[in-house]
């Protein structure tokens, strides 16, 4: 077992313990161990010292800090911070989770491109002899 933890907040144990979890059950969450050490620092540079000063605004402005530039990408952040709360509730570590962000959806203008294909496909389909 290492001497030092590699988590810094206040949920620093939780984090390692939901890491551990993660890998022997057989996941390499490479990624989201990522995503674990930026909220952690995230956690020290607020100065929360106490999971009580963890709120869903809190969470929010985190989110608002990392901007992304696909929904899929901001998706994967809060899924893999959602799936750590919910498992520190289970663990007892937390009362509840507090997070309430919503996942983003695809844009319109994204969904516009993903029409455009098919009916190309289709007007060469209907001019070919």
Sequence with gaps: ???TTIFHSVLGE???????HK??????FRTEENVLHILDRYFVQE??????QIT???LDAFLL???????RSYNHLLSTIRGLFHW????????CVPIEAKPKRRTAERRLLDVA??????RVFHCEP
Excluded: D, H, N
């Design 117 to 122: 294909v098919p009916c190309r496909t289709i």
């Design 88 to 95: 520190l509730v289970l663990q007892g570590f937390l009362c």
């Design 23 to 28: 890998r022997a059950i057989g996941r390499r």
């Design 65 to 71: 800090s990392r901007p992304r530039e696909s929904s």
């Design 1 to 3: 077992m290492r001497a």
């Design 47 to 52: 100065q929360i010292s106490s999971v009580q």
């Design 14 to 20: 939780g984090m390692e313990k939901y890491l551990a």
């Design 56 to 58: 869903p605004e809190l």
